[in-house]
C-alpha cells in the first residue's frame, strides 16, 4: 500500500562518523552538525505535511537494521552512508529489499572530487537519486526529493 508523508514520515539514516560533524574536517565537512542536519530536514518535511525519523550509527548491522524496519512504516529513505558507500554490500543488499520505497542517497562531500576509492557506491546502485558536494544542504534536496517521489506515486522517475 503506498505510504503518504502524512501517515509515514522519512527515515533519515547517518553511517559512521557522521555523529562527528562540525568537530572534524571541517574544510571537508564544513562547520554544521547532526543536529542542524536534523532541524533542517525536518523543517523540509513539514513543509510536505510530513515528518522525519532521524538516526546515525557507527554500526553497519545497525543500519540494515532500520533500512529494514523502514521498509515497513516510513514513506522513504534519505540515506548518507558515509563510508559504508564504497564497501556494504550488506546495505545494498537491504535497500534491495525495499520494493517501491524511494530512496535518496545523500554525500556532503562530492565524493567523485577525491579519492578514487570513494567515486564508487554500492547504494547508488539502488537509490533513485544521488546528491552530492552539495554539503549539509543536500540532505535537505533529498527530503524534496522523497516527497516528490511519493507525490508522484512512484520511485525512480
Given at each position: 500500500?503506498?505510504?503518504?508523508?502524512?501517515?509515514?514520515?522519512?527515515?533519515?539514516?547517518?553511517?559512521?562518523?557522521?555523529?562527528?560533524?562540525?568537530?572534524?574536517?571541517?574544510d571537508i565537512y564544513g562547520s554544521g552538525t547532526l543536529a542542524d542536519i536534523e532541524a533542517m530536514c525536518a523543517e523540509a518535511a513539514a513543509a510536505h505535511g510530513g515528518s522525519v525519523d532521524f538516526r546515525q550509527s557507527n554500526h553497519e548491522g545497525e543500519l540494515v537494521d532500520w533500512i529494514h524496519e523502514a521498509r515497513l512504516h516510513h514513506s522513504g529513505i534519505v540515506i548518507n552512508p558515509a563510508a559504508y558507500s564504497h564497501t556494504s554490500v550488506a546495505i545494498l543488499d537491504a535497500l534491495n529489499t525495499c520494493d517501491g520505497l524511494p530512496v535518496v542517497e545523500v554525500h556532503i562531500s562530492n565524493i567523485h572530487r577525491r579519492e578514487e576509492f570513494r567515486h564508487h557506491s554500492y547504494v547508488s546502485l539502488r537509490a533513485d537519486g544521488v546528491i552530492a558536494g552539495c554539503g549539509i544542504q543536500g540532505y535537505v534536496f533529498g527530503v524534496e526529493r522523497i516527497?516528490?517521489?511519493?507525490?508522484?506515486g512512484q520511485a525512480g522517475t
Amino acid at each position: 500500500m503506498p505510504r503518504s508523508l502524512a501517515n509515514a514520515p522519512i527515515m533519515i539514516l547517518n553511517g559512521p562518523n557522521l555523529n562527528l560533524l562540525g568537530q572534524r574536517q571541517r574544510d571537508i565537512y564544513g562547520s554544521g552538525t547532526l543536529a542542524d542536519i536534523e532541524a533542517m530536514c525536518a523543517e523540509a518535511a513539514a513543509a510536505h505535511g510530513g515528518s522525519v525519523d532521524f538516526r546515525q550509527s557507527n554500526h553497519e548491522g545497525e543500519l540494515v537494521d532500520w533500512i529494514h524496519e523502514a521498509r515497513l512504516h516510513h514513506s522513504g529513505i534519505v540515506i548518507n552512508p558515509a563510508a559504508y558507500s564504497h564497501t556494504s554490500v550488506a546495505i545494498l543488499d537491504a535497500l534491495n529489499t525495499c520494493d517501491g520505497l524511494p530512496v535518496v542517497e545523500v554525500h556532503i562531500s562530492n565524493i567523485h572530487r577525491r579519492e578514487e576509492f570513494r567515486h564508487h557506491s554500492y547504494v547508488s546502485l539502488r537509490a533513485d537519486g544521488v546528491i552530492a558536494g552539495c554539503g549539509i544542504q543536500g540532505y535537505v534536496f533529498g527530503v524534496e526529493r522523497i516527497a516528490a517521489l511519493v507525490g508522484e506515486g512512484q520511485a525512480g522517475t
